[in-house]
């Protein structure tokens, strides 16, 4: 069974770093991209950043691209999110999600198929 | 990036037909990208429903369909059972290389 767990969501100032995990099993985690999606309390999803297979290439939203850093360590089956400069408007949950198609050449994902249960992150003074 | 259009909400009666919208642009949507679906129970975390805009993964039930036209893709559930009330999400990624959401859509089986 593929399962993904997150890891590390906690109450932080604004202006504070977090730094998210999530454990995969149940796949050949070195084969597949990975995201990040979130989702503000009451709100739909957002997706925040990707990392491809081989983590040579990552991509971030907008919104926090600059202060979050997506990486991975395929020896340790661990996706990552380097949460630096919170708001509070980041206040969300978390999810790791697993990407469809392995080994992807020309795009650094494509769908993601399989969700963890996320994890709460909330900025505030 | 902006978010794609989908309704807030729709609602039908059991057995019935609904289809729910997401319009976005031709840098997304409407672009040779990868278009999808998710749908999300309360408390849940979101459950993969279609792909490729009109493809279901192993394992969802065949009254769930996609389809597209120019920059809207649109999901269809026929024959509504109670289990369908949900929230609703398309996606899609971007010429940016980056992916986006609809705003969500609330089905309320009535």
């Known amino acids: 069974e593929v399962k993904l767990v997150e890891s590390g969501g906690v109450e932080v100032q604004p202006g504070g770093s977090l730094r998210l995990s999530c454990a995969a099993s149940?796949?050949?985690?070195?084969?597949?991209?990975l995201h990040w999606v979130r989702q503000a309390p009451g709100k739909g999803l957002e997706w925040v950043s990707v990392i491809s297979w081989d983590g040579g290439t990552t991509y971030y939203a907008d919104s926090v691209r600059g202060r979050f850093t997506i990486s991975r360590d395929n020896s340790k089956n661990s996706l990552f999110l380097q949460m630096n400069s919170l708001r509070t408007e980041d206040t969300a949950l978390y999810y790791c999600?697993?990407?469809?198609?392995?080994?992807?050449?020309?795009?650094?994902?494509?769908?993601?198929?399989?969700w963890g249960k996320g994890t709460p992150v909330t900025v505030s003074s | 990036q902006s978010a794609l259009t989908q309704p807030a909400s729709v609602s039908g009666s059991p057995g019935q037909s609904i289809t729910i919208s997401c319009t976005g642009t031709?840098?997304?949507?409407?672009?040779?990208?990868?278009v999808s679906w998710y749908q999300q129970h309360p408390g849940k975390a979101p459950q993969f429903l279609i792909y490729?805009?009109?493809k279901r993964p192993s394992g969802v039930s065949n009254r769930f369909s996609g389809s597209r036209s120019g920059n809207t893709a649109s999901l269809t559930i026929s024959g509504l059972q109670a289990e369908d009330e949900a929230d609703y999400y398309c996606?899609?990624?971007?010429?940016?290389?980056?992916?986006?959401f609809g705003g969500g859509t609330k089905l309320t089986v009535l």
């Open positions: 999600a697993k990407d469809l198609i392995p080994f992807l050449q020309y795009d650094p994902g494509s769908y993601m198929d399989v």
């Open positions: 031709s840098s997304d949507v409407g672009g040779d990208n990868y």
């Open positions: 996606s899609s990624y971007t010429s940016a290389s980056t992916w986006v």
């Open positions: 490729d805009v009109s």
């Open positions: 149940g796949f050949t985690f070195d084969d597949y991209s």
